[in-house]
């Protein structure tokens, strides 16, 4: 489980810091999603890490993890079709 927290975090930290990036390339739209999406997603990571710990709702980590997996990757493929088309 650490690992996998680990990963997840870094990821949307990382994802965060390209939204910066794109945002002073002035590509506004594509810097806003990123980091607006990479926010959103940390704190639904960091709520199910203290669900977790709290064990409150009994569901577990598995839950916010997906969730944050269909995050990624729905954001990779987003960053992967523009990059093929050379909008990056």
């Known amino acids: 489980m650490y ?3 680990g990963y997840f975090v870094v990821f ?3 994802m965060i810091m390209i939204g910066l ?3 002073r390339i002035t590509m506004q739209t594509k810097g806003t999603l990123s980091i607006f999406t990479g926010a959103i ?3 639904v990571i960091l ?3 203290a669900l977790y710990q709290a064990d409150q709702l009994g569901m577990g980590f598995a839950v916010p993890e997906y969730a944050e997996a ?3 990757a729905a954001w990779t493929i987003w ?3 523009d990059l ?3 909008n990056v």
Do not use: D
Request: glycine share 16%; net charge positive.
């Open 3 to 5: 690992v996998s927290i």
């Open 12 to 14: 949307l930290i990382a």
């Open 21 to 23: 990036a794109f945002r």
């Open 41 to 43: 997603a940390l704190i």
């Open 47 to 49: 709520g199910g890490i």
């Open 70 to 72: 269909l995050v990624i």
């Open 79 to 81: 960053m992967g079709i």
């Open 84 to 86: 093929a088309r050379g």
